[in-house]
């Protein structure tokens, strides 16, 4: 005969109960590492199709997505008109064709950010590469700090007369973060997390935690 949910709750409690404190503890911690996020419960604000249609609209004449929604938000004061790029982004991907799109987008001038000190951010990004087929996370404060340590080899090695670094002898870095925006972009790398949460609670969670349980209980 199959247990109910309320049975299987109060043997999860009794299991849990007969562990001794530590290992409550690890129960604690590996449950809250694996553990699914719950679902979001709050509601999409609608808006409506003349709203967005001035949106759009908007967009065509700033050829900006976060502008138009910073001049949205200025208009419409409410709080809960508030809007980001994103939802200017999704308006016009839905009301323009990619090609129209494009042809909007053309007009505006595109520069690219300009690189100093190539060199460096080449071998950093060498570093990264190793770092990540290793699966070592590498975290943004970790970045900035080995490009100073590059930076200061190369000007090192530039007093020392290698001439193909000179720059590195009188210039400057103190890997800011508009810098590091800009590396990343200019690299096109993303920023990832690793993580072992689930996506969605399993059909016998209970059952499987009432195994863990038995199983931690007999090794303790």
Known sequence: MEICHSDK????????????????????????TNMPIPPSTTKKRKFSDDFQT?????????RNYTLTAEKLNEK?????????????RRWV???LS???????????KITKSKQRFPEMEDELMVWFKQERN????????????????IFSDMKKRAEEGEKKLDKYKYGNFNGSNGWFRKFLKRKNVSR???T???????????DEIIKFLGRIKKLR
């Open 196 to 206: 072992h949460i689930a996506s969605k609670m399993c059909e016998n969670y209970s």
């Open 54 to 62: 001035e949106a759009v609209t908007l967009w065509k004449s700033l």
């Open 134 to 149: 290793k699966k070592v996370t590498v975290t943004g404060k970790r970045m900035k700090e080995k490009a100073l340590e």
């Open 9 to 32: 709750i109060q043997k999860i409690l009794t299991l849990f109960n007969e562990l001794p404190d530590n290992a409550k503890h690890d129960v604690f911690r590996i449950l809250r």
């Open 98 to 108: 990619e090609e129209e799109i494009k042809a909007i987008l053309k007009k505006v």
């Open 76 to 88: 419409y004061s409410k709080e809960d008109m508030k809007i980001d790029e994103s939802y200017v």
């Open 93 to 95: 991907k839905e009301q």
């Open 192 to 194: 990832r997390i690793a």
